[in-house]
């Protein structure tokens, strides 16, 4: 009779119910970890049963009726704070969505997901966009049926990209991509009319152990705590977290080419560094989790290119960087490798894109998105649309599928609406160093100096102890006293850039 | 309706409720491997709570009236076959008992569990057994009660002894322990007669990443699957399984100590191989799993000291532990070696122990277990009861706790009726071996020559694919004709010893 029980006594058991599927879930985050770093070659198989069956038990647990019917009781509660207020209010919401998965449709999209997965490997080692295209499609059909499930206004598009960023839309980012059209384009015309940097002394042979020690030490400088974290090797960087008191990173390091690891590092320090500053209290609860992928990624950018490719931070970094590495980075200066870690061009990976042409391999894959799931663009020839859309937006001739349509994984994974979180994250991430700058003004002088604890004092501050208590947008108002504005960025690479 | 459904989709169930059971407990010891290895310091409390909540799922999991009602239907069903038949029967088994547990026991014995354990801390800590005392009384006092739960016949030790040896009992374990008595103790003066061995160049600098390399070579050589496994560094050496594809083992390298690296990874290499042997087939069912402790040790123990330990072994990988380490063992002989490495005295850590006395250090746990359970020994004082033991059958003075009562982990995580399945390895590991040789006539020259497959193939066809199928005796008889017999044991450490 949960009408028997005070409020704080039901509190209490959502809590503990919150808390024991988290418990699952960064058990399922430390079989992935595992997965990506020490797991024995042939013990994959059994691992992916093993990271399948908790899964589901957690699936069940977070549908479980109980559960249900205590956030309904609780939902509202005068008696509650604002922040547990906001958790009921949440969970609520990440129930009620949970719930409207029938159980055949989440079999169904793990099914197909699996499949789109190896259909996407082989069609790479094939370097062909048709061995890819008829899992494709039925993954796009899928994600159409789920936009009808979830529900949305205006556009069905909207029902994914509120997956990973609540409150993003069409029309918030069709004005946004324009922006980056109409602004960005022109830019980036007067970039390439300057002479290019000098950028060979990036790829000399940079010795691994040295590289990796740099890592670490500029992990640590940042204010990553490594007693609540490790930093390990695995093919693709990245950052995952089991509770604020363990936050790992990940890294790779190419002896041909410096810049790989060393922004990589920064990067995943910005993510670690906000996962490591949720407020522990609220472990499994939404107040406990990140806002959104796109505040996420804020504070990856944040670090990485507001901070980390700022000549402040290499004004202290480059010259232990030089005694580092003297007999690659002796006779280069300041200034020239400021140049060469800045340098814009546009190309054809998004990954190894710079600052600029960045937006416009998303706003490609954004607008290719919301087409497949309207019905605009469909998936035959996807490949030949992919080509024209590089060619329109980055004057480049896409060579071969794998370096084309077929260069990410995330259609694979089903991750419809995710790609446009990452540009989102670093406006963002512009917006508030901007702010950061404004109420911080000794802020360039300390990262000048090797000291970037003011910096995380404001992101400490400012961003991490509120988990999803704020929506980006809010998070965003509340900060910087203005919802997101394009500007922001325009301005910072305007200044940085021409 | 279980009825509706056939044998062969009731055993299907069957088989996916236990595997399910299975990817549960394999991910808990995914998380106590990187608890051991790579968790970083922080991360240790929520990393508890996150390990009892998966303990918590499984006992939930394998307690369910579903799974109870479908191995009440299943069981004695002539139409699975004997592995089948024989998988029904141990899981119930297996469920039965663990129903017996009222959820209130298993969650007092858990806190008194963590309590006992920090207890063990502090007052190893302080070098005083009275630290510990209160809460050793509370445990023997919870393992009563649980032999009470269990059931037992003849003595309560049988309760405990049972959920690691399977058959074993006290009137098996007396006879045995006196036959160490009456013959190891006059054997072991005979030993102390002789000249003792030069020990001193096992103590010289041995550098860490050269131990390494010997212990990863060893333990290719004795046919370990490194892409089923993989060894990390941890405080204690220990195995761990997740299935037989991914099966770990862990070391420790001390730079002043030659033995303790290197026969600790031959020890946990047998482990390891039983391990990886086990049928994959039967994931998640008893015949996928070890026979009992007794088995699993004397894989361990006949890898470490009756092939590990021998002049065969050595008179292959001594002249290569020479070239690696010419500065220390240069000038030593192989006979020299071979002697230091089995030096026998009487000591007061059971780790340490060399071969012949390890059975007194058993044989005073086991005898003071047994009377802690029966009540003729007393918790109080029990420093004293100790020292007296080592005085009588070790002719040591035990010069403090730390190094007497307090010196094991095992009484503060409850594990009674552990300690003996250690001897039984040892005895079981000689019968075997003693047997192998006589089936396999090129055994002991196939391993002088660095040839450890015979060997290998002996265990993979009379041990390891048979889980728990058999019992430990019955293993034992039907390899070698007969039931456990200590005088294999004897005859062995004679010829070798005297």
């Known amino acids: 009779m949960p009408g028997s029980k005070s409020t704080a006594e039901q509190y209490a058991d959502y809590k503990l119910k919150m808390q024991k599927i988290a418990d699952v879930r960064n058990a399922i985050a430390v079989l992935g970890w595992d997965q990506e770093t020490y797991l024995p070659e042939k013990g994959a198989g059994f691992r992916g049963q093993q990271i399948t069956t908790l899964s589901t038990i957690a699936h069940e647990l977070f549908t479980e009726e109980d559960l249900g019917a205590l956030l309904q009781d609780l939902h509202g509660n005068p008696a509650l704070d604002s922040v547990q207020q906001k958790n009921i209010a949440l969970s609520l919401e990440d129930y009620e969505k949970n719930k409207k998965y029938p159980a055949s449709l989440v079999a169904e999209i793990s099914e197909a997901t699996n499949q789109a997965y190896h259909a996407w490997i082989k069609a790479r080692k094939a370097n062909d966009y048709k061995v890819f295209e008829p899992a494709l499609t039925r993954m796009v059909e899928l994600k159409r049926k789920e936009t009808a499930i979830l529900g949305y206004t205006d556009h069905p598009y909207n029902a994914l990209v509120n997956e990973y960023e609540k409150g993003a839309n069409t029309t918030m980012l069709d004005t946004i991509f324009a922006e980056v059209k109409t602004a960005l384009s022109p830019l980036l015309d007067k970039i390439s009319q300057q002479s290019p940097a000098k950028r060979d002394f990036l790829h000399l042979h940079y010795d691994r152990n040295k590289q990796w020690q740099l890592g670490i030490d500029i992990l640590k400088e ?175 001739d896409v060579p071969s599928d794998t370096q084309g349509v077929l260069q990410d994984i995330h259609w694979s994974h089903g991750s419809f609406g995710y790609f446009p979180t990452y540009s989102l994250g670093s406006f963002y991430a512009a917006q508030f160093f901007t702010t950061a700058q404004q109420q911080v003004p000794e802020l360039e002088e300390a990262i000048a100096s090797g000291n970037y604890q003011p910096l995380l004092d404001w992101l400490r501050n400012n961003i991490h102890p509120f988990g999803r208590y704020y929506t980006s947008n809010e998070l965003c108002e509340k900060i910087t006293g203005k919802p997101l504005q394009f500007s922001y960025f325009l301005d910072y690479a305007t200044k940085k850039f021409v």
Chains 1, 2 share one sequence.
């Not at 790992?248 to 920064?266: A, G, L, P, Q």
């Not at 990485?304 to 200066?333: D, H, I, M």
Request: with cysteine; proline share 4%.
């Open 222 to 396: 940042m204010g990553y705590d490594m007693k609540a974290g490790r930093q390990d090797i695995s093919e693709h960087p990245f950052t995952t977290s089991f509770n604020p008191l363990d936050v790992r990173v990940t890294t790779r390091i190419d002896e041909n080419d410096f810049s790989n690891m060393t922004w990589s590092c920064i990067h995943e320090g910005g993510h670690a560094l906000y996962e490591q500053g949720l407020p522990q209290e609220q472990y499994g609860l939404p107040c406990g989790e990140a806002a959104s992928l796109g505040i996420h990624e804020s504070q990856s950018r944040l670090w990485e290119n507001n901070a980390g490719r700022s000549l402040a931070f290499w004004k202290f970094q480059y010259p232990r960087l030089q005694r580092t590495f003297p007999e690659n980075l002796g006779n280069v200066s300041l200034q020239d490798f400021y140049k060469a870690i800045n340098h814009v061009q546009p190309s054809l990976i998004r990954t190894e894109a710079d600052e600029i042409t960045y937006h416009f391999h998303i706003m490609i894959r954004y607008e290719i998105e919301k087409g497949l799931i309207d019905g605009s663009i469909s998936t035959k020839d996807l490949n030949h649309t992919w080509n024209d859309y590089y060619r329109q937006y980055l004057h480049v």
